[in-house]
């Protein structure tokens, strides 16, 4: 017996599908430690075509150098003597739709990158899925529309200073760069 709008019963289905991803925002700014920067003004409104995709999720990425660490000891500091640099960690959050993603990275004295991603598919319907109607598969993999609307993204600095053998480091933050893209999966069911 087909289903709802001429999907298919309950039978085994192959479910294929690509991610693609759509750039919301993308900056670069310098963040204090400890405080949080919130990147404004993020809407599927910004973007051609929005209502006719399947926005899952949403993407933040955060690239960072290096420490920005400076000796504040003088002469003496150089070398071993100078003590190791620290660590700072780059916290970022993704929201939409009460649908959360969070991650930290650390920069370990020579950069990086990390993202934070929110979804609200079901990532594991992908190949031979049995057991479900046609109709049942799409309620896990169609976001029908619940991807479009409001974001927010913020990214957090937490600095840490190293030192040693009576040297002061001194780091008051971090250049982070960052890209919010949406998640959009295109599927077909056989």
């Known amino acids: 017996v087909?289903?709802?709008?001429?999907?298919?019963?309950?039978?085994?289905?192959?479910?294929?599908?690509?991610?693609?991803y759509v750039e919301l925002a993308s900056g670069g700014e310098y963040i204090a430690d400890g405080t949080t920067f919130d990147i404004e003004n993020l809407h599927t409104d910004a973007i051609d075509g929005a209502d006719d995709m399947n926005i899952v999720g949403v993407r933040l990425t955060m690239t960072y150098g290096e420490d920005d660490e400076t000796n504040s000891g003088g002469p003496t500091c150089i070398g071993p003597a100078g003590g190791q640099s620290q660590a700072d960690t780059i916290s970022g959050a993704t929201e939409h739709a009460g649908f959360t993603g969070g991650a930290d990275g650390q920069n370990g004295g020579q950069g990086g990158s990390h993202s934070a991603e929110a979804i609200w598919y079901n990532d594991s319907m992908i190949g031979v899925v049995?057991?479900?109607?046609?109709?049942?598969?799409?309620?896990?993999?169609?976001?029908?529309?619940?991807?479009?609307?409001?974001?927010?993204?913020?990214?957090?600095?937490?600095?840490?200073?190293?030192?040693?053998?009576?040297?002061?480091?001194?780091?008051?933050?971090?250049?982070?760069?960052?890209?919010?893209?949406?998640?959009?999966?295109?599927?077909?069911?056989?």
């Not at 087909?2 to 693609?20: F, H, I, K, N, W």
């Open 130 to 190: 049995s057991g479900l109607s046609e109709s049942e598969i799409v309620e896990q993999i169609d976001a029908m529309g619940a991807g479009l609307g409001p974001y927010n993204a913020s990214v957090s600095v937490t600095a840490e200073t190293g030192g040693g053998g009576g040297c002061q480091h001194t780091d008051e933050g971090e250049d982070v760069s960052y890209v919010v893209e949406l998640i959009v999966f295109d599927y077909t069911i056989a």
């Open 2 to 20: 087909d289903g709802a709008a001429g999907l298919g019963g309950v039978r085994d289905y192959e479910v294929s599908g690509e991610l693609t």
